[in-house]
């Protein structure tokens, strides 16, 4: 490789001389600025000046120290001339003696204490927005479904039942799976504590109960948060980055019904349907561990389970479903909506999707105990 | 080791399938020089680019580029290599998460052992060498425009002082001024820099007044290489096509007489 650079003093009276040999170049521009830094740092006394005879090779990176050292000795009221220069180093020298005149002005750097209250003020801000645009959604969807309805032939339906199948049918092993998991934990622990107190046939009614009217939905519908609204949110994201919503919009179509109306309602289809089989997987679960764990027969258990659990009790986990999928599926497209135009932001919009989409099930699940409670349910 | 040739291609075949985009290709570029490669869309221009910097393997043929053998080098050698050219991609490919700085700065932090402040200097260099105003320094590539966006990208190609500058339709999408601007950016920097620039583009004008040496790539080929007056004056239909157009001979007839 190309030798080392080096700044050499060949005289320092009356006015200093230096000679400069080996390679200016950016493998070796860690070395030249130090030796740079060194020269610079000497005091300034007449004109200096540099031979660049001896530099094997130079680039940007030599061009820019030696500029510096000028900088620097000129901003001292030192004059440096630099003799020498092979003829075909000379635009390079040029082009950054030009350089960086202009400072950018920098950031102003603000306390940390308001830094702070912004924050806190622009996440308030945001959570609004937030707010509104979930709202703005939903009238938007109202509305798609209003004219749908008035004219019944603009429903995408191959988009709704194509949606379905991801939605729902392919989501059914998963969902199946994590619930029978689910019913057999409740069952166990519900064994294993229940026991102390000689109270294990009430194991059935907690487990009927629990899992019917709160656990079947709402682990269904976090599921399908994780699942099929984080896929929501990056479908419809990318497509807003690359203008696809712009050019459906451009050619009079609607962006909520072509794309908005057949996801959400194909959630809705397939939230329901999810929490349905669910129900009964958990049940199943915990029938399960009731008859190798707990020692209670099949008969007896639905035998106590048709005691333990009414109809009421299935209504309200049924009823909460579709509530659960249309505030997934408007979280989701109005996240989706959200993107900008880097994929970094098509990463934190699918986060918040799934985040925020999560939180207000469990916010509308706490609603509904309270309505349901206050009816009697 | 050739010191005067820095992109040696010879006898490339390269495919996807059962179709052959490269068919035997062979292409010279010489150090200290701008090479212009024209053909159809869909003619394998890109293909052949992403086959030269290794994106895409060769079912034959070498690949030489300054003086190293990329068919045959080791790892190691591929690295000191990639490390001596820069890629301007078509799209910029500027990093999202990383403002315009950050962006510049990336290779030289990667490769290259600065300090903060050269580091800062040297991108800030950079940036105002493509002609990019301070106050855009600290923009997100989201809040550019195409042509500040190229020029970012082409600041970025450009921090590790490459020797060899690859540009991917440099002025593809870009307003007939913009381009202008570029191409003459393009030009000085090259001459300033030494740069030897490998450039795909579609621009006649870039073709007209930039290239030293123009290819043109037809049918898996390359047919015909020269300067424009080799161009001009190749009887091959699509070349013929091409240069000798409605469109190339009112731009012709302007650069034939620039003084009105």
């Known amino acids: 490789m190309s030798a080392k650079p080096s700044l050499r003093a060949t005289a320092g009276d009356p006015a200093p001389q230096f000679a400069a040999a080996g390679a200016w170049t950016a493998v070796h521009a860690s ?7 060194g020269v610079a740092a000497e005091p300034v006394a007449g004109t200096a000046s540099i031979d660049m005879g001896k530099v094997e090779a130079f680039d940007t990176y030599g061009a820019w120290l030696l500029e510096r050292l000028i900088r620097e000795r000129k901003a001292r009221g030192g004059e440096t001339a630099i003799v020498a220069l092979p003829e075909h180093y000379r635009d390079l020298v040029m082009s950054m003696h030009d350089a960086i005149r202009e400072q950018p002005v920098p950031a102003a750097r603000a306390n940390a204490i308001i830094d702070a209250v912004e924050k806190v003020g622009r996440a308030t801000v945001g959570a609004g927005h937030d707010l509104l645009a979930i709202a703005n959604m939903l009238g938007a969807i109202g509305a798609a479904t209003a004219r ?52 294990e046939t009430y194991v059935v009614d907690m487990l009927g109960i629990l899992i019917l009217r709160e656990i079947g939905v709402l682990i269904v519908s976090i599921m399908v948060a994780g699942r099929s609204g984080s896929s929501y949110t990056a479908e419809l994201g990318s497509m807003k980055m690359r203008e696809e919503i712009d050019a459906l919009r451009t050619m009079g179509l609607d962006p909520i019904a072509v794309l908005v109306l057949p996801r959400v309602l194909a959630l809705i289809l397939a939230l329901t349907m999810l929490t349905f089989l669910g129900a009964m997987s958990a049940l199943f679960g915990g029938g399960l561990v009731a008859w190798l764990y707990g020692g209670m ?39 989706g909506f959200a993107v900008k135009g880097s994929a970094e932001s098509l990463g934190l919009q699918t986060t918040a999707s799934v985040v925020k989409a999560i939180f207000l099930v469990i916010v509308l699940d706490g609603l509904f105990a309270v309505f349901f409670a206050s009816i009697d349910m | 080791m050739n010191e005067e040739t820095a992109i040696n291609v010879r006898n490339l075949v390269v495919g996807f399938g059962d179709t052959t985009v490269l068919d035997h290709v062979s292409v010279a570029v010489k150090r200290g020089e701008i090479f212009g490669f024209v053909g159809g869309s869909g003619s394998g221009k890109s293909v052949l680019l992403r086959t030269i910097i290794g994106l895409i393997p060769a079912r034959s043929g070498t690949v030489e580029v300054l003086g190293t053998d990329l068919s045959r080098a080791d790892e190691e050698a591929r690295r000191a290599t990639e490390r001596r050219w820069g890629i301007l991609f078509q799209q910029g490919a500027l990093f999202s998460s990383l403002s315009v700085l950050q962006n510049v700065q990336f290779p030289m932090r990667e490769y290259l052992n600065l300090s903060k402040r050269l580091m800062r200097e040297m991108a800030e260099a950079k940036l105002d060498m493509v002609g990019l105003k301070p106050e855009d320094w600290h923009k997100l590539p989201s809040e550019l425009s195409g042509g500040m966006t190229k020029r970012v990208a082409l600041a970025r190609a450009l921090a590790l002082d490459p020797e060899l500058v690859f540009l991917d339709e440099p002025t593809s999408g870009l307003d007939p001024i913009s381009a202008g601007e570029f191409d003459e950016l393009i030009r000085t920097l090259q001459r300033t820099l030494e740069l030897t620039v490998f450039m795909i583009t579609h621009d006649l004008e870039s073709l007209h007044t930039v290239c030293d040496r123009i290819g043109v790539l037809a049918d898996g080929k390359v047919v015909v290489s020269g300067p424009i007056s080799v161009m001009l004056a190749s009887e091959h239909p699509w070349v013929k096509a091409y240069f000798r157009g409605k469109r190339a001979d009112v731009l012709a007839r302007r650069l034939a007489q620039p003084a009105t």
Do not use: N, W, Y
Not at chain 1, 31 to 37: K, Q
Not at chain 1, 154 to 172: E, K, M, N, P
Not at chain 1, 301 to 330: C, D, N, Q, W, Y
């Open chain 1, 31 to 37: 070395d030249l600025e130090a030796l740079i830094d």
């Open chain 1, 148 to 199: 749908v309805l008035a004219s019944p032939r603009t429903f995408r339906l191959t988009s709704a039942v194509h949606h379905l199948d991801r939605v729902g049918l392919q989501a059914v092993p998963i969902i199946l799976l994590i619930t029978f998991l689910i019913g057999g934990i409740i069952a166990q622990q519900g064994f294993f504590h229940f026991r102390k107190f000689g109270a």
């Open chain 1, 297 to 335: 027969s099949p008969d007896i258990f639905v035998a106590r389970l048709k005691e333990a659990i009414s109809i009421t009790h299935f209504k309200v986990g049924m009823i909460k479903a579709p509530f659960m999928a249309l505030v997934i599926g408007v979280v989701a497209c109005a996240q």
